[in-house]
């Protein structure tokens, strides 16, 4: 069975810094990309930021030049650099492994979730 196991989130202040940390663990043999996502109260999950295992990446409009993503391949495991952090960030961050191959087979998988709050 596959888990993804997320870490780093928490309470900041406007303006400061987190790092969110995913790793996934079991029989892998391959993850297609890794990815957060966000979902505040009242609101629907977004797309936070993506990236490929070749090392292609995607973001929200609203993060860029705030936030990197990063993966680390051998490790199965995916980072989220998040600056310059503002009020609207304040959500529940999920890990997303898309695509896994392994020994059960080809699906996508969803980490627990994270608090992120950011407020003075």
């Known amino acids: 069975q596959v888990q993804l196991v997320e870490s780093g989130g928490g309470l900041v202040q406007p303006g400061g810094s987190l790092r969110l940390s995913c790793a996934a663990s079991g029989s892998i043999f391959s993850i297609y990309a890794m990815g957060w996502y966000r979902q505040a109260p009242g609101k629907q999950r977004e797309l936070v930021a993506a990236i490929t295992s070749g090392g292609s990446t995607n973001y929200a409009d609203s993060v860029k030049g705030r936030f990197t993503i990063s993966r680390d391949n051998a490790k199965n495991t995916v980072y989220l650099q998040m600056n310059s952090l503002k009020p609207e960030d304040t959500a529940v961050y999920y890990c997303?492994?898309?695509?896994?191959?392994?020994?059960?087979?080809?699906?996508?998988?969803w980490g627990q979730g994270t608090q992120v709050t950011v407020s003075s």
């Open positions: 997303n492994a898309d695509r896994v191959m392994s020994m059960a087979g080809r699906r996508d998988y």
